[in-house]
């Protein structure tokens, strides 16, 4: 007997954890957006790009060293020895170059900033995309919640429409109702459970969009997500005013929104550039050091085996066909263009933010009127179902009592879970 309850305790067991599914709560579903993520693993990988570019640019600072080796026949004439033949050898080469920048006027150092600014503007785009992916990721949490949340209204109509049959019946039995009223019955009872099937299969619409944007590849993911419980009769006292006002909202958006943050280094970059084309105007002041040595057998007269040069030199372009001016004016139109695209961010972040703002009370006091339009419409369907026992009213009045009443329920939820998604909306809105 112990061993009989031994085994089906295993297979308990193992039933157990093979049908268990991973819930995720909001914070755990960012942290697997951040880690699966291929956009944003796009937008790393940029950001390395970026940085090797700036090393490339650094590397001017330093001196360029070449080495060249060569081997091969090398023929001479009129030679003393003998000045009527063409006289060959073997030749052996090998030569070292070094040449360092002294001062080029700012070429090297304003390609190096325009570099390091193109870089960080890649961090602060980097940025901008993991903070929309939050956004995205709550958006879609929320989304779920209240797809499962209504679900339970459809439920819940369900059963009141088949208890409505069930009395019905009951009532055309004892006489009291016609058979017309257990056909309607029927009728709402099929609608609600095509009602709760189109909420089941909203929920499953709402899963995958979820795994879209968290990451998940799986063709099936086993997995849940942290559902708290929903007092209908107190969400929206549950609901807490926002931490910033209006011109809060938009003072915070221009210090921490990262498009801006972004932008501004487009902006330093283009200064950068335009300093670099700038420069070309100029001189470039370089040392070179040389060192060459040769091995001859028949020659070693007339080519020396070792030679080594160092100068200080000066290069300054002259004319260059005007290419020069007009590198200088495409840059200037380059931080112009910068400098509006700025302006015109701040606009668009103002707008957006006041919209959000917006939104996040127009869903707050949507959520208040709705949660009265469930307590007057429970008080109508209660009113409506007495007036059906006792012979007051006819079906069609409990049946509108009864749709408004789960109508007015669905509404609070959608408004109740629209107000986060305004509240993930405006935190992104004003880089928060």
Same mark, same amino acid.
């Given at each position: 007997m112990k061993n009989k309850l031994s085994k089906i305790s295993v297979s308990l067991l193992l039933a157990l954890q093979l049908n268990a599914v991973e819930t995720y709560s909001i914070d755990d579903l960012v942290l697997k957006a951040m880690q699966n993520s291929p956009d944003l693993k796009i937008a790393t990988? #940029?950001?390395?790009?970026?940085?090797?570019?700036?090393?490339?640019?650094? @590397? @001017?600072?330093?001196? =360029?060293?070449?080495?060249?080796?060569?081997?091969?026949?090398?023929?001479?004439?009129?030679?003393?020895?003998?000045?009527?033949?063409?006289?060959?050898? =073997?030749?052996?080469?090998?030569?070292?170059?070094?040449?360092?920048?002294?001062?080029?006027?700012?070429?090297?150092? !304003?390609?190096?900033? @325009?570099?390091?600014?193109?870089?960080?503007?890649?961090?602060?785009n980097n940025l901008q995309l993991i903070s929309d992916k939050k956004r995205d990721v709550k958006l879609a949490y929320y989304s779920v919640l209240q797809a499962k949340a209504l679900i339970d209204?459809?439920?819940?109509?369900?059963?009141?429409?088949?208890?409505?049959?069930?009395?019905?019946?009951?009532?055309?039995?004892?006489?009291?109702?016609?058979?017309?009223?257990?056909?309607?019955?029927?009728?709402?009872?099929?609608?609600? &459970?095509?009602?709760?099937?189109k909420a089941q299969y909203s929920l499953k619409t709402a899963f995958a969009l979820l795994d879209r944007v968290v990451g998940f590849e799986k063709s099936v993911n086993v997995y849940d997500i942290y559902k708290g419980k929903l007092d209908l009769t107190q969400l929206y006292s549950s609901l807490k005013e926002y931490p910033l006002n209006l011109p809060e909202s938009i003072d915070f958006s221009y &210090?921490?929104?990262?498009?801006? &943050?972004?932008? #501004?280094?487009?902006?330093?970059?283009?200064?950068?550039?335009?300093?670099?084309?700038?420069?070309?105007?100029?001189?470039?002041?370089?040392?070179?050091?040389?060192? =060459?040595?040769?091995?001859?057998?028949?020659?070693?007269?007339?080519?020396?085996?070792?030679?080594?040069?160092?100068?200080? !030199?000066?290069?300054w372009n002259l004319y260059k066909g005007g290419a020069t001016e007009h590198s200088k004016q495409e840059k200037k139109v380059q931080l112009e263009i910068e400098n509006s695209k700025y302006l015109s961010s701040k606009l668009l972040i103002k707008n957006e933010t006041t919209e959000a703002f917006i939104n996040v009370y127009k869903a707050k006091d949507s959520v208040e009127l709705s949660q009265s339009l469930v307590e007057v419409s429970d008080e109508k369907f209660n009113q409506a179902s007495k007036r059906y026992e006792h012979g007051l009213s006819d079906y069609i009045e409990l049946q509108q009592s009864r749709q408004g009443y789960i109508d007015s329920k669905a509404y609070l939820i959608i408004n109740y879970y629209s107000y986060y998604q305004a509240i993930a909306k405006l935190d992104n809105a004003i880089g928060k």
């Amino acid at each position: 007997m112990k061993n009989k309850l031994s085994k089906i305790s295993v297979s308990l067991l193992l039933a157990l954890q093979l049908n268990a599914v991973e819930t995720y709560s909001i914070d755990d579903l960012v942290l697997k957006a951040m880690q699966n993520s291929p956009d944003l693993k796009i937008a790393t990988s #940029s950001i390395e790009a970026s940085k090797s570019r700036t090393a490339i640019a650094s @590397s @001017s600072y330093l001196p =360029t060293i070449d080495l060249h080796l060569s081997a091969g026949k090398n023929g001479i004439s009129n030679i003393p020895t003998d000045p009527d033949s063409m006289i060959s050898d =073997t030749l052996l080469l090998g030569s070292l170059s070094l040449k360092q920048i002294v001062y080029n006027f700012g070429k090297t150092s !304003n390609n190096v900033d @325009s570099f390091k600014y193109d870089s960080d503007a890649f961090s602060m785009n980097n940025l901008q995309l993991i903070s929309d992916k939050k956004r995205d990721v709550k958006l879609a949490y929320y989304s779920v919640l209240q797809a499962k949340a209504l679900i339970d209204v459809q439920k819940e109509n369900v059963k009141l429409n088949r208890s409505q049959l069930y009395r019905s019946k009951k009532y055309f039995q004892a006489g009291i109702r016609t058979k017309i009223d257990i056909s309607d019955a029927k009728v709402e009872l099929i609608k609600a &459970k095509l009602d709760l099937k189109k909420a089941q299969y909203s929920l499953k619409t709402a899963f995958a969009l979820l795994d879209r944007v968290v990451g998940f590849e799986k063709s099936v993911n086993v997995y849940d997500i942290y559902k708290g419980k929903l007092d209908l009769t107190q969400l929206y006292s549950s609901l807490k005013e926002y931490p910033l006002n209006l011109p809060e909202s938009i003072d915070f958006s221009y &210090k921490n929104r990262y498009e801006l &943050k972004r932008q #501004s280094f487009d902006i330093l970059s283009a200064k950068s550039q335009n300093k670099l084309a700038s420069s070309n105007y100029y001189p470039e002041l370089y040392f070179k050091a040389d060192y =060459t040595k040769q091995s001859v057998d028949k020659f070693k007269s007339s080519i020396p085996k070792d030679k080594w040069q160092g100068s200080l !030199n000066l290069n300054w372009n002259l004319y260059k066909g005007g290419a020069t001016e007009h590198s200088k004016q495409e840059k200037k139109v380059q931080l112009e263009i910068e400098n509006s695209k700025y302006l015109s961010s701040k606009l668009l972040i103002k707008n957006e933010t006041t919209e959000a703002f917006i939104n996040v009370y127009k869903a707050k006091d949507s959520v208040e009127l709705s949660q009265s339009l469930v307590e007057v419409s429970d008080e109508k369907f209660n009113q409506a179902s007495k007036r059906y026992e006792h012979g007051l009213s006819d079906y069609i009045e409990l049946q509108q009592s009864r749709q408004g009443y789960i109508d007015s329920k669905a509404y609070l939820i959608i408004n109740y879970y629209s107000y986060y998604q305004a509240i993930a909306k405006l935190d992104n809105a004003i880089g928060k």
